[in-house]
């Protein structure tokens, strides 16, 4: 056996085992159990992060996913924290040159962390921080290239947008919610 060839079995045992981890993760998520299913999806970044980049991206992404839906619905803080380190690690893994939609969901899906945890803190500074992700989602999430996903993000800006009026009492914020929401 050449080491080439082990090399090459190594990662594909790595990218099994990374998937039974991603499939226990689905059935997790399916449970409502969405913690768990986090903790899945970390394992299943862990046997992947240095065999195949776009799986490790994947993976983490959905861990930060599943980390902040748990926060959202426990009222837990702190897992929204970890799910914001999460998308700003995964984004890591992406350039918007060569993974364009993947790199603007993670943005946007980050912007949407960032507003949750700066709505619960009343933090001015996680709302601005929101704000530029959303931007940053934008620059890709075109209205005539992905319109259900610029929609998406629009709306996400608008919350922020919101959000940040209330926190700031800045009424120049609705202004530019309704706009985005337009």
Known sequence: ATLDGLSGELRGKRIANAAIFARSAEAAALSFDYKGAAVDFAEAHDWVKDADRNLAWRYQWSQALWLANHGEESGDSGAISQAIRLYERSLG???????????????????????????????????????????????????????????????????????????????SQLHSAIAAYQ
């Open 93 to 171: 893994y992406l350039t918007p040159g060569r993974n364009p939609v993947d790199w603007a969901q993670t943005q946007n899906d980050l912007a949407v962390a960032l507003r949750k945890l700066g709505e619960i803190r009343g933090d001015a500074g996680l709302l601005q921080r929101a704000l530029a992700a959303n931007q940053q989602a934008l620059t890709v999430r075109s209205r005539t290239m992905l319109p259900a996903k610029w929609a998406d993000t629009q709306m996400n800006l608008g919350n922020v947008l919101a959000t940040l009026a209330a926190v700031t009492g800045d009424t």
